[in-house]
């Protein structure tokens, strides 16, 4: 007897919403920016930054066993440009909310019902280098806890 099931989080439970996709890794920083007050061209140079430092330690990420969370991209980004006293998490709460937007998965919904309602415990699991607390916010966002 099937006792549980974990699911991914991404590309499983959740897919990007294209009928409502944000603005992308840019958009997320630009969002950062007005939130931190930085203004043109400071702007533009902090998002180029953004976008240049992600890029670089992603690439790091994906060939070493090296992790950085996102928080920590924020930071280094932030600290760059003199930026005091800033809550990272809800920096990354607002570029994820600029940047992305997600959906249930085809089918996930009927699919977690129906193994919940054969008394199968489900988790939901995740590799991502965002915080715990934004991947439940999305969760219960998309209904699915």
């Known amino acids: ?24 890794f840019e958009g997320g920083f630009k969002a950062v920016c007005r939130h931190i007050g930085l203004a043109e061209p400071k702007a533009t140079d902090f998002v180029e930054f953004a976008l240049r430092t992600e890029w670089e330690l992603q ?32 920096l ?9 937007s997600y959906c249930p998965a085809p089918g996930i919904e009927p699919f977690l019902q129906f193994v919940r309602d054969a008394g199968v415990k489900t988790a939901i699991i995740s590799n991502s280098t965002n915080s715990g607390a934004l991947i439940n916010r999305e969760i219960e966002r998309c209904g699915l806890r």
């Open 92 to 100: 990354e709460e607002i570029f994820y909310t600029a940047a992305f």
């Open 1 to 24: 007897m099937l006792k549980s099931i974990m699911f991914d989080y991404s590309g499983t439970v959740l897919v990007t919403n294209e009928s409502a996709r944000g603005g992308g």
């Open 59 to 90: 690439g790091i990420r994906n060939k070493t066993t090296f992790e950085i969370r996102f928080q920590q991209i924020l930071a280094i980004v932030v600290d760059y440009f003199g930026v005091e006293k800033v809550n990272l998490a809800a």
